[in-house]
């Protein structure tokens, strides 16, 4: 991960404009990858701040907008023309985070000058804060990347530290759009990995009608370090990482909904 750090020192605050290119963000880094986080080859911009305290949270980091370098949607925009180039075939930008809708100026400001570039957009959402995403921002989103935590509003809340109901309310209205949509599923293992849970979350999915696929993410050891770094508690501590078979158990349970899960 390259971490975007912008010259100059004088800033708005994050969240304040002059126009749409001069929306200030607060931008934790940026990456070029491929693989999870859209078709292609993608640049990857990683916003500050988020309402969640995921326990699985491998960028703990990311998660308070302080900890973040204001940066405008112009300068964001500069970085990725240098890459057009490369993004243009088959690959395009995505943001992420942290989470894109705690900032929703900033992220719509992003997407609409890179749909103005001809690239393929995306937004990597937790839907927590679907609420504020205006229909001019998903319409600027050519594919939305969903995390659904769980489909048990118990073990969603002891997960997040926040409520499921308006990630499913923003499913439906993404739904209701026909926005395509790729949903992902954290498999931790004792507890995301019920097969009555995963089999209710397949059934939810399928019913939507625009979910392309479904991708099985299993939980891993990798930010444990992180948070000894910043001194948070690490809520699994003591919980493995996913094995392939319990990876492969839960896609098997969405191909059987009828999902398509690679």
């Not at 205006?134 to 002891?158: M, T």
Request: net charge negative; charged share 20%; with cysteine.
């Amino acid at each position: 991960m390259t971490t975007l750090t912008m010259p100059g020192s004088s800033r708005a605050a994050p969240g304040t404009a002059a126009g749409p290119g001069t929306v200030t963000g607060s931008v934790h880094s940026w990456d070029i990858s491929t693989g999870q986080d859209g078709p292609g080859l993608r640049f990857v911009l990683f916003t500050s701040g988020c309402p969640l305290a995921c326990a699985y949270c491998h960028n703990p980091d990311t998660q308070m907008m302080r900890n973040g370098t204001p940066t405008t949607a112009d300068e964001v925009l500069t970085r990725i023309h240098r890459y057009r180039s490369l993004l243009g075939g088959s690959g395009g930008v995505t943001i992420s985070g942290g989470e894109p809708l705690l900032q929703p100026e900033f992220t719509e400001a992003v997407l609409k000058g890179a749909k103005a570039m001809g690239l393929h957009t995306a937004l990597d959402t937790s839907g927590a804060l679907g609420d504020r995403a205006s229909d001019e921002l998903l319409e600027a989103a050519d594919l939305v990347l969903l995390d659904i935590k769980s489909i048990n509003p118990v073990l969603y809340r002891d997960l997040t530290r926040g409520p499921l109901m308006p990630t499913l309310r923003f499913s439906e209205r993404l739904a209701a759009l026909d926005k395509r949509v790729w949903v992902r599923f954290v498999l931790v293992p004792g507890w995301t990995d019920a097969p009555e849970h995963v089999e209710r979350l397949a059934r939810h999915i399928a019913a939507l009608g625009n979910v392309e696929r479904v991708d099985v993410l299993g939980y891993h050891t990798l930010g444990r370090e992180k948070y000894a770094e910043l001194g948070l508690e690490d809520r699994l501590a003591r919980v493995p990482a996913a094995t392939r078979e319990q990876v492969d158990a839960a896609r098997a349970i969405f191909a059987a909904a009828g999902l398509n899960a690679p």
